[in-house]
């Protein structure tokens, strides 16, 4: 992992954003970044003294746009700006969002299109050195002008006002910032302006997402792969040639994981003539399904990777035609669409792998005992986790409804449609997590159905998962609180350990 991210404002990756806001990597300024700032600044302060009029920086703001602020109150309305905009409500966003807020606001600024002083720009990165972190609430954005409120808390820190946490502790921003040894910041002329436009919030809460995202479609095949031998599956729907001929790239790539998750299964070799021509399709179409979210998660990781490398301010400044032009690429659109559809797409790793559980669990078709324990009757088995993982899949058909196709009409109907995007990344980070318990509860299912098909092994990789979920989580015998399996076993699949174990025995996976 690096130990210092370098901003350029073009080269931004989500792996960078992690290695930042959950990998504490420090954080710099390139040389060409200086100097683009530098320029930048140059051309608002010229335009100013020639009289011409800018919005946000010599007038009022939204539908009061057209009220002209005279030259000696100009850096109090920058202030003035930050504290009406501080409407934020509800939980506050972790330390790791705001982290990766503030590494966004310092990498667009890098562009060179905002016109701040590069002194701002290095005091939001001894923010982040610093650790410094604003109190972010999570909710208060439509999406457009950017996410002004949730950036108005961040930016309120900067001017030593708002709140933080230092070291552990909740404390008024300036107290946050003299402990830190850092000097606020008083906004002068489009400062203010500058720290609140843009999608900052939305992005970083999508980026993070994105890669947890990213990391749990690997797990729903490793949990999926176990379910399909569990349940005496066919490894023939993941035939190379049914793929080719419908190739989604996707597909391919889950196709060609589970046939490394499975090999050297002695169960699957044991029922290799059995009458079973066709299993369901929560196992028959795992290809289909676990690909095409693959494909999504890509679409995603394009939009996300350009929008962080975007200047998405308003007016822009362009020095080099000498302009300064509003315009409205703090339009949350196009991440808003992303993020809802990555809040679908995970939705339905989480829906057929809760159909999945039902396979295990029901004797008709899995031919293990009912509800995956002896003596059923006198112990219930894992009936319940099935019910919590519906639960769980049926509250995330409910989140996954889009966000974005709503608009509501603010500041005297002259913003009069917005994307809603940091709804819809909200609801698609709380899709995700479901998702993770859901396949945690699976795969502690499939675990059990494969404990009563020994001695016969399952694949290779499902031996790895197997063997790590056992160093915690026993073989049930008897009833027992489930919640406590289910809890370690979402550990091993957060901090990435069963992950790392299946791809020592088979190799990366796709």
């Given at each position: 992992?690096?130990?210092?991210?370098?901003?350029?404002?073009?080269?931004?990756t989500?792996?960078?954003?992690?290695?930042?806001?959950?990998?504490?990597?420090?954080?710099?300024?390139?040389?060409?970044?200086?100097?683009?700032?530098?320029?930048?600044?140059?051309?608002?302060?010229?335009?100013?003294e020639?009289?011409?009029?800018?919005?946000?920086?010599?007038?009022?703001?939204?539908?009061?746009?057209n009220?002209?602020?005279?030259?000696?109150?100009?850096?109090?309305?920058?202030?003035?700006?930050?504290?009406?905009?501080?409407?934020?409500?509800?939980?506050?966003?972790?330390?790791?969002?705001?982290?990766?807020?503030?590494?966004?606001?310092?990498?667009?600024f890098?562009?060179?299109n905002?016109?701040?002083?590069?002194?701002?720009?290095?005091?939001?990165?001894?923010?982040?050195?610093?650790?410094?972190?604003?109190?972010?609430?999570?909710?208060?954005?439509?999406?457009?002008?950017?996410?002004?409120a949730?950036?108005?808390?961040?930016?309120?820190?900067?001017?030593?006002?708002?709140?933080?946490?230092?070291?552990?502790?909740?404390m008024?921003?300036?107290?946050?910032?003299?402990?830190?040894?850092?000097k606020?910041?008083?906004?002068?002329?489009?400062?203010?302006l500058?720290?609140?436009n843009?999608?900052?919030?939305?992005?970083?809460?999508?980026?993070?997402?994105?890669?947890?995202a990213?990391?749990?479609?690997?797990?729903?095949?490793?949990?999926?792969?176990?379910t399909?031998d569990?349940?005496?599956?066919?490894?023939?729907?993941?035939?190379?040639?049914?793929?080719?001929?419908?190739?989604?790239?996707?597909?391919?790539?889950?196709?060609?994981?589970?046939?490394?998750?499975?090999?050297?299964?002695?169960?699957?070799?044991?029922?290799?003539?059995?009458?079973?021509?066709?299993?369901?399709?929560?196992?028959?179409?795992?290809?289909?399904?676990?690909?095409?979210?693959?494909?999504?998660?890509?679409?995603?990781?394009?939009?996300?990777?350009?929008?962080?490398?975007s200047?998405?301010?308003?007016?822009?400044?362009?020095?080099?035609?000498?302009?300064?032009?509003?315009?409205?690429?703090?339009?949350?659109?196009p991440?808003?669409?992303?993020?809802?559809?990555?809040?679908?797409?995970?939705?339905?790793?989480?829906?057929?792998?809760?159909?999945?559980?039902?396979?295990?669990?029901?004797?008709?078709?899995?031919?293990?005992?009912?509800?995956?324990?002896?003596?059923?009757?006198?112990?219930?088995?894992?009936?319940?986790?099935?019910?919590?993982?519906?639960?769980?899949?049926?509250?995330?058909?409910?989140?996954?409804?889009?966000?974005?196709?709503?608009?509501?009409?603010?500041?005297?109907?002259?913003?009069?449609?917005?994307?809603?995007?940091?709804?819809?990344?909200?609801?698609?980070?709380e899709i995700?997590?479901?998702?993770?318990?859901?396949?945690?509860?699976?795969?502690?299912a499939?675990?059990?159905?494969?404990?009563?098909?020994?001695?016969?092994?399952?694949?290779?990789g499902?031996?790895?998962?197997?063997?790590?979920?056992?160093?915690?989580?026993?073989?049930?015998?008897?009833?027992?609180?489930?919640?406590?399996?289910?809890?370690?076993?979402?550990?091993?699949?957060e901090?990435?350990?069963?992950?790392?174990?299946?791809?020592?025995?088979?190799?990366?996976?796709?």
């Amino acid at each position: 992992m690096k130990e210092e991210i370098i901003l350029d404002g073009f080269s931004l990756t989500p792996e960078d954003v992690y290695t930042v806001s959950v990998g504490n990597a420090r954080v710099g300024l390139s040389d060409e970044a200086k100097s683009r700032i530098r320029i930048s600044r140059d051309c608002i302060l010229s335009t100013i003294e020639q009289g011409r009029y800018i919005y946000g920086v010599n007038t009022g703001f939204g539908a009061l746009s057209n009220v002209i602020i005279d030259a000696g109150q100009i850096e109090q309305l920058q202030q003035n700006l930050i504290r009406s905009h501080c409407v934020g409500i509800g939980d506050l966003f972790p330390e790791s969002t705001v982290r990766a807020m503030m590494l966004l606001r310092a990498n667009f600024f890098t562009r060179g299109n905002s016109g701040v002083r590069i002194l701002l720009v290095r005091t939001l990165i001894d923010l982040i050195n610093k650790r410094v972190h604003p109190l972010v609430p999570q909710k208060g954005s439509v999406g457009a002008s950017g996410d002004l409120a949730p950036l108005a808390h961040l930016a309120a820190v900067l001017m030593g006002e708002g709140e933080a946490m230092y070291r552990g502790r909740r404390m008024e921003g300036g107290a946050a910032l003299d402990s830190a040894g850092i000097k606020p910041v008083r906004f002068q002329a489009k400062e203010g302006l500058a720290m609140i436009n843009g999608t900052q919030a939305m992005t970083a809460v999508g980026c993070l997402a994105l890669l947890k995202a990213e990391r749990l479609v690997k797990i729903a095949d490793i949990v999926g792969a176990s379910t399909l031998d569990a349940l005496r599956g066919t490894l023939t729907a993941f035939d190379s040639d049914i793929q080719a001929a419908r190739p989604h790239p996707g597909q391919m790539e889950v196709a060609k994981n589970f046939h490394r998750l499975m090999k050297e299964s002695e169960i699957t070799i044991s029922h290799k003539n059995c009458p079973r021509i066709q299993d369901a399709y929560s196992l028959r179409c795992i290809p289909q399904v676990h690909g095409a979210v693959r494909d999504v998660l890509s679409y995603v990781r394009k939009v996300l990777t350009t929008e962080i490398n975007s200047s998405t301010d308003n007016p822009l400044v362009f020095p080099d035609k000498n302009k300064i032009e509003s315009g409205g690429n703090f339009h949350g659109e196009p991440v808003a669409f992303a993020m809802d559809f990555l809040g679908i797409a995970m939705s339905e790793i989480g829906g057929i792998s809760e159909r999945r559980i039902e396979k295990l669990l029901n004797p008709v078709f899995s031919e293990l005992p009912p509800f995956l324990i002896d003596r059923g009757g006198l112990h219930s088995g894992l009936m319940m986790v099935q019910v919590s993982a519906a639960a769980l899949a049926s509250e995330n058909k409910i989140l996954a409804s889009p966000a974005s196709v709503d608009s509501i009409p603010t500041s005297s109907d002259k913003e009069d449609h917005v994307s809603m995007g940091l709804t819809a990344a909200r609801k698609a980070q709380e899709i995700i997590e479901n998702v993770e318990h859901i396949l945690a509860m699976e795969i502690l299912a499939s675990a059990q159905g494969l404990y009563f098909l020994k001695p016969l092994k399952p694949g290779l990789g499902i031996q790895a998962a197997c063997s790590m979920l056992r160093k915690t989580v026993a073989p049930i015998t008897e009833d027992r609180p489930y919640y406590e399996d289910i809890r370690e076993i979402r550990t091993l699949i957060e901090n990435g350990s069963l992950l790392e174990e299946v791809e020592k025995a088979v190799g990366p996976l796709q």
